[in-house]
């Protein structure tokens, strides 16, 4: 038991450490050579006079997404703490994956951000004079014929071409700082595209060297990929990357089907509409992301709930602390999702399917998936 | 609505070249609100005639086409490097899926598209626009097409992406029909323009929920099916000149979108079966016709009954045999036989091209090197002046080396126990079914070992060969009889599994003991 005790202990602290450093981070400047930066907004790519203006429907609100719980949960954890690392969403065909990832975006309130920079930066804390405006929280899709250079960021086409002068223009990544990357059918992702999203996720800073330019701006975001288990595996140290993983499945039972052809029908033929109709049902759900956010700091991360995570980790023989570190954050975030004090015995219950499932090491003597081997270990920690 | 089921009698005769002559009127009505249809045949009369209807019924507007190897930077778009050349600032080139905007897209040879490309089609049908990020280009391009994939394949696990055909509401099969049974066309231009006045068909929450129940009780897993069934149900009423969606309807798209992707046969109530002795699920798989006409005497009845009678009657009759034979559920999973797709550094066909370097014997793609390098130059000839320096300047960062990917050998090891228990009989079934895959083999280019297992030790009778001849003479001298020792052999065809995967080729392993 001592042994247990020393290694929830030591989970216990990193986080602490973590919290500091993060706290100090986000407040302190997001180093970046401001010379080479061209000043210009970030979607700056003209859009040829001859095509539509864009007059898409409003993504599927988030609340109308009918079962799938855990997605929806994970999604909303991932948002009230960016630290969880991310969600993997793997799933059969046809069951809402990227529509729940497109309609949170809706959901997110808008964050405050430095006028004019191009990387979304936070404005910091003791610096005068700056404006900033709400800006919305950036969800930005990383489609999959996506070329490097748009994904990095790379020289300004139009200024090398029409004036012969270097200025950088931002990707994909400095887009999606301070937001969300989704990455739709993640296991089909090019390698070489991977490697430079691993890297930038585990760093959070993107560095460009291109045409004698060197550009080093903040990329932190949360990756959210999602894809089917039979295109095709995902690279083990993408798994590992990604904090919480969620299996979704097709709803079984008639009534459940019922609704969701039903509501995904009326949204198809009136999707304004549709969205008027659960406008309030969206907004009751951003309220009480915010309320999860702000109560986040203040929940306590009790000993008894380290002791249990830890217990829990060592039963199942998760490598690393890596589990202990995203389990009892995801716990946190859901205690204050939920508007408790403390982190309880229910919380680490609900979130730990999702937080360890991906963790495991394979054993080739357990047919039983990864879920049932956690709620195996579920029950014989917390008792039936 | 009217009283459900009373009028089974409109529905009509269901021949597959009717089903396919619906498909592409509901096609040419509003093909891209359901996806569009996954169409197998060969290439011959019948297909030509399919796609001729088709572009009768759009008013001859032209489709575009989809190769099945294209590349992102065709399908989707990216920098038109002599345009931009030309004028000085970056023009966009709209890629194959912003111009098959408002017409129909038709992909060929649909079951060689790789599941990365098909994963990019559906992303741009999801979204209903295109989003570009290539070249330094960033834009979004809203577009919406209805797709026709020309799936050409033979063998049963010879199909397009499942991710495609899943967004595709119709599914097609012309691969039995012969050019003497194409009717005569039912619909024309002119029909559709009236029913394009009314594609807002309305529809009522039981008929969703019909067909919601059919869906689940043949075993169609995903939603999307479903919902497909309701907008196909809709474009059937709009076709058939009403304002609401009637029974027939919903039981025509049942029989265009559920049947086809049937997993299992319905379990049918024992009272629906006293009642009518009529359609058993085991009946005539051939012959619709006569099905609607006992449809037609048969005694009112559930709407739910209904469709999944019209629906059960409309499955072809391939996949009939197969769900009877299987006896209940069969889970259409890939078969696995297709070796592994292996990146390969310098063999294999080009799928693309990334920023490199030559170290490593990788082959520098001169075309996209040039097209990296040739929007800087401007730009590197102002700072060369200086240096007085002339022509195309390539920097090291220009260079793009090609990406290969080549599809693996597959090796099949049978391991056969041949010891005294068994020996006999099994032998016999072994060595004829490797001679079978060895035939198999000459077409496929796969290869196959053998590894029998008898008294103490488990032994490579045939090395992983492609040879008849090699193959025939060590199956001929195998003896049998002994003990089984089964471990042995499991640890000699892992052994040699290895082997051949570090030869660069998929083993199988197929075990009779």
Redesign the interface.
Known sequence: MDGLLDHADVVGQRLRREGEAESGETGSSLAMPAAAIAKRPL??????AA??A????PPFPFSAIVAQEEMKRALLLAAIDPTIGGVLIFG????GK?TAVRALAALLPPMRAVVGDPYNGAPQAGARGQKTHLVPVPVV???????????VG?????K???S???AF?PG?LARAHRGFLYI??AN?L???LVDVLLDVAASGENVV???GLSIRHPARFVLVGSG?P???ELRPQLLDRFGLSVEVA??AD?PT??A???R??AY??DPRGFCGQWQAADQAIGRRLIAGRKRLAQIETSDAALTRVAELCLHLGTDGLRGELTLMRTARALAALEGAQEILDSHIRTVAPMALRHRLRRNPLDEAGSTVRVERALAEVFGP | MTAPGASATEVPALTPWRIADIAAALLALDGA?IGGVSLRAPAGPVREAWLARLSALRGGAPCSRMPAGIG?AR??G??DLTA?LAM?????ERGLLAEADGGVLIVAMAERVE??TA??LC?VM????V????????????TRFAVVALDEGIAADERPP??LT?RLALRLDLTALSHREIEPPVFDAESLAAARARV?AT?D?ET??C???A??ALGI???????QA??VARLVAALAGREAVAPEDAALAAALVLAPRATQLPARSEEAEAQEPGPEPDSQPDSPPSESDEQAAAPPRDLDEMVLDVAKAAIPAGLLAQLLAAGGRTRAR?AGRAGQLQ?AAQRGRVV?S??GDLRGGARLDVVETLRAAA??Q??R??EAAMAGRNGLIV?R?DFRIARYKQRSETATLFIVDASGSSALQRLAEAKGAVRLLLAECYVRRDEVALIAFRKAQAEIVLSPTRSLVAAERALAGLPGGGATPLATAIEAACALADAVRRKGRTPALVTRS
């Open positions: 979607r700056a790519p003209k859009r040829a095509w539509p864009d007059g898409r429907a059969d065909r046809g069951t990227s899709d990383l489609p999959l014929g996506a070329t490097e250079d748009r994904v790379a020289l300004d086409l139009e090398a071409l029409a012969g002068e270097k223009q994909l739709d059918e089909l090019e390698d070489h060297e291109r045409e089917n039979e295109e095709g097709t709803p008639l089907r019922i969701v052809v039903k995904r029908d198809d033929r | 609100s992102d399908l989707l990216g920098l931009t000085g600032r970056p023009v966009a599941a990365a994963a990019k992303a999801d979204a209903g626009a989003t570009v990020e290539r070249d330094g280009i960033a834009l979004t391009i809203p499942a991710a899943d807002a529809i929450d969703i929920a067909l919601c129940a869906a689940l897993d995903s939603t999307r099916t479903a919902l309701v907008k890939a990146k693309g990334k920023a929007p800087w401007r730009l000839h102002s920097r960062e």
